[in-house]
């Protein structure tokens, strides 16, 4: 196998797929990239087992093949190197990358190693324009679990419905539900949990013009944008009822500036005990009260805030870092708050929805007594 590309080609490439190669594995083998020769391209393929990366690059394919290289040691070396053409070779138990700087070498791996592509029979299509499914990821995917022991909550449930898309992502402590219409109607209905990884890397793909071509098989999803092929596993859990714990009957009512309570959260959350990061949040007639004290340090914070409150007055405690990433994924000037006692759920709404949209972000209480 031998080839030449332009080094800043290749680096791309190689950064993107790196983002699916495992820091630890039990088999080595995962740790390279498939350098694979197609016509007069260049395909790299990384995978972790459960997602892969293909990219496609323009290349002078001087000898066809294939081989398996470290992606580490070749990504570092790449990206150390001027932008010029680098001719790469595959020896018998190594790789040469030849540029104007030098020669160097990097043992490589037997490619018959390499997992196989899954064969993909694919049960469902759907287009969503990049717009509509960045919208999907950037309002969820950030409350998804990282907790292993809890599958069915490490990804975003997606539901579409004729024209309809619902996403949801939920870690136990909080909850976010997305719906929004979409341009394309389905026959069939879709419903699947997609992977929290998967979706940072397809975020990282799209662009905000186009649209992109979606496949879904019996356990994958799969789609192509431009010179790039992302393939994933669908998480195969039950995702919980989240309509049943959203509550509707809610007596309390805030209004205020998302700006400035963000900005409060910002200042007074320093203050906070570094292992919770509780902070309360008392609301009155017109004042909203951002508080916090950690006794462990001597240390606390207190800011005011206007507001527009309905109901009786109440003090709430909340992860600071889960309350501005609730409030900061609602984007409108103001934000709703919606309470029904200091021990249940708070439930954060846009004061205007998007058009053809609805957002509702869950919050639970913390229920330490120490504020």
């Known amino acids: ?20 190669v495992p820091t630890r594995t039990t088999l080595p083998i995962l740790s390279c990239a498939l350098f694979e020769t197609d016509e007069d391209n260049l395909k790299i393929r990384s995978t972790d087992l459960e997602q892969t990366i293909i990219i496609k690059i323009k290349a002078n394919i ?15 070396i790449v990206s150390a ?13 190594e790789v040469e990358i030849n540029s104007e700087n030098g020669l160097y070498k990097i043992p490589n791996k037997d490619y018959n190693e390499y997992p196989d592509m ?14 509509e499914f960045l919208n999907i990821i950037n309002n969820t995917a950030y ?26 992502a939920t870690d136990g402590h909080r909850l976010v539900k997305y719906e929004k219409q979409i341009q394309s109607k389905l026959e069939e209905q879709i419903s ?31 789609l192509t944008q431009n010179e790039k092929y992302l393939l994933s596993r669908i998480i195969k859990e039950t995702f919980p009822d989240f309509n049943s714990v959203i509550p509707e009957d809610n007596p309390i009512k805030t209004r205020v500036k998302s700006k400035k309570i963000l900005e409060s ?38 800011e005011y805030i206007e507001c527009d ?48 949209s609805n957002h509702t972000a869950l919050l639970m209480p913390l229920r330490s007594n120490n504020v």
């Open 143 to 168: 409350a998804v679990s990282r907790d292993d022991l809890k599958p069915a909550l490490c990804g975003v449930y997606l539901n579409i419905e004729k024209n309809k898309a619902t996403a949801v």
């Open 118 to 131: 899954p064969e993909l029979v694919s049960t469902q299509k759907l287009t969503l324009t990049n717009i």
């Open 62 to 76: 001087l000898e066809p093949g294939k081989v398996a290289v470290p992606i580490n040691k070749m990504l570092e």
């Open 192 to 222: 699947i949990i997609i992977p929290a990884k998967f979706l940072n890397i397809i975020k990282n793909s799209l662009n905000t013009s186009g649209s992109v071509d979606i496949n879904i098989s019996e356990n994958h999803i799969d």
């Open 265 to 302: 959260i910002k200042r007074v959350s320093i203050f906070s005990n570094k292992t919770t990061k509780q902070i309360q949040l008392s609301f009155t007639e017109n004042e909203l009260t951002v508080l916090t004290e950690d006794k462990e340090s001597s240390s606390s914070g207190k």
């Open 1 to 20: 196998m031998k080839f030449n590309t332009k080094q800043s080609d290749l680096l791309k490439a190689l950064i993107d797929v790196s983002k699916v």
């Open 309 to 356: 409150h309905q109901g009786e007055n109440i003090n709430t405690r909340y992860n600071s870092q889960y309350l501005s990433e609730a409030i900061s994924h609602i984007n409108t000037e103001e934000v709703d708050i919606y309470l029904s006692s200091s021990q249940t759920a708070a439930v954060f709404k846009p004061t205007k929805e998007e058009d053809n």
């Open 81 to 93: 190197l001027k932008n010029s053409n680098i001719e790469f070779s595959s020896l018998e138990n």
